[in-house]
């Protein structure tokens, strides 16, 4: 049986960055939002899990091709499925359209589940999900990159503290809250001149509050960096994003002359 979750969103104030556009990290926690949303939906979301299974559900990786992220106002519909289904994993994905059904982004989100007390992997069957559930066809077919750079500390750019009000109800660090920590790595310029078109995380360890992790960044090639993020001398995220110049005249909205 086919299974999704459609959501609309209007592309609010307080999600847009300085171009006045949709930006990345708040375009993850639309992918985040309607994953969590979508497994509520099918009863299987991690309340349940923790309730029923002691377990939870936990993202692997995330991949996202950028189409052109909307501008502040517009109107979007979210759609969350599965596109692949195995004992121990799913794929699910996230579509994101105006209303015109013009797609904006494509966002990829690998998921297994984690038994608490075993810290070990859940097999799928096993744990409260609809055993009816079929994988649809996906839109994103680009399989998960390999993300093994080498970085050194000439890499590294930034510290962060990890806060209490960082982390979710796992206990852990809200995945995007990494995102953010990459994009603090970039200056004003970046975000005026450049154009995020695609985005790939995985995530490797856990961090909670009190930890204090650093953040690695090198350009690997035209149009992309590379990121490494370590919590003491354990690598916990790995991630690459992808980027072009702006088009003449996507300066962004013309709010404020500087």
């Not at 066809?137 to 209490?164: R, W």
Request: hydrophobic share 35%; with cysteine.
């Amino acid at each position: 049986m086919n299974y999704s979750y459609t959501k609309r969103f209007d592309t609010s104030y307080t999600s847009i960055d300085r171009s006045g556009r949709l930006g990345l990290v708040e375009s993850l926690d639309i992918n985040q939002d309607m994953i969590t949303e979508f497994f509520g939906a099918i009863g299987s979301d991690n309340l349940v899990l923790r309730t029923k299974n002691n377990a939870a559900w936990v993202y692997t990786r995330t991949k996202m091709k950028i189409d052109g992220l909307p501008f502040w106002n517009t109107k979007t519909i979210a759609k969350s499925y599965v596109c692949s289904k195995s004992p121990i994993r799913l794929d699910i994905e996230t579509v994101l359209t105006d209303e015109a059904e013009n797609v904006l982004f494509t966002a990829k989100t690998q998921m297994c589940a984690i038994d608490f007390v075993k810290r070990s992997l859940c097999k799928i069957s096993d744990i409260t999900f609809p055993s009816d559930l079929d994988a649809e066809q996906p839109v994103l077919a680009e399989p998960f990159s390999k993300l093994n750079g080498i970085f050194t500390e000439d890499d590294f750019v930034l510290e962060e503290k990890i806060y209490a009000s960082d982390t979710d109800f796992t206990r852990h660090t809200n995945n995007a809250r990494y995102v953010k920590y990459l994009m603090n790595t970039f200056d004003a310029d970046f975000y005026d001149t450049k154009t995020v078109a695609g985005f790939e995380i995985q995530f490797a360890k856990e961090s909670t509050a009190g930890d204090v992790v650093r953040i690695y960044k090198k350009q690997t090639a035209a149009g992309r960096f590379d990121f490494l993020i370590k919590n003491g001398e354990e690598v916990i995220v790995k991630a690459e994003l992808s980027y072009s110049d702006k088009a003449p005249g996507d300066a962004g909205l013309p709010l404020y002359k500087s």
